[in-house]
């Protein structure tokens, strides 16, 4: 609580000496003076109404609170050895689950397939298939008589 809702509270209630009470009443607005001069009417009427509830198990109540006030008394229980060895697995085998569900697979091979071959001559017939084993692409030109090794084909 800040200094002035300190001494707010102890205006309201009366308990300032009345050197500190006028020093105060001068910091002070007009609306705020006359919400306060309604407060000893609101006080008497709160405690004019105001009735005791009466609790049905009154015993039972209290052992309960005081159940809580000595647990929140005891500093939690220490996690032993074997639960933090338990938890450092489970971790590791998750970490290796994760691992092994988003990686890829083989990350090493690069190769592209050849869908289609089209050659530009028209009296040239191309057609591409996958070699055995999927390693690698054929293309198969029927109507050239011989490619250099030293030429590229486009």
């Known amino acids: ?35 306060a001069k309604m407060w000893p ?33 005891t500093p939690p229980p220490r996690a032993g050895l074997a639960r933090l060895a338990w938890a450092g697995a489970f971790c590791v085998l998750a970490a290796a689950l994760l691992t092994a569900i988003f990686l890829p697979r ?11 071959a089209s050659p530009a001559n028209p009296s040239v017939s191309a057609s591409a298939f996958q070699a055995a084993g999927g390693k690698s692409s054929v293309i198969w030109l029927d109507g050239v008589d011989h490619i250099p090794a030293n030429e590229r084909v486009q």
């Open 106 to 116: 083989d990350t090493r091979d690069s190769s592209t397939t050849v869908v289609s």
């Open 41 to 73: 009417t609101l006080q008497s009427t709160l405690r004019q109404s105001a009735s005791e509830i009466p609790l049905p198990h009154p015993d039972f109540l209290n052992s309960q609170i005081l159940r809580e006030i000595r647990r929140e008394g």
């Open 1 to 35: 609580m800040t200094n002035f809702e300190s001494r707010f509270n102890r205006w309201l209630d009366g308990s300032l000496n009345e050197d500190e009470r006028l020093a105060f009443e001068a910091t002070l607005d007009e609306e705020t003076l006359r919400t």
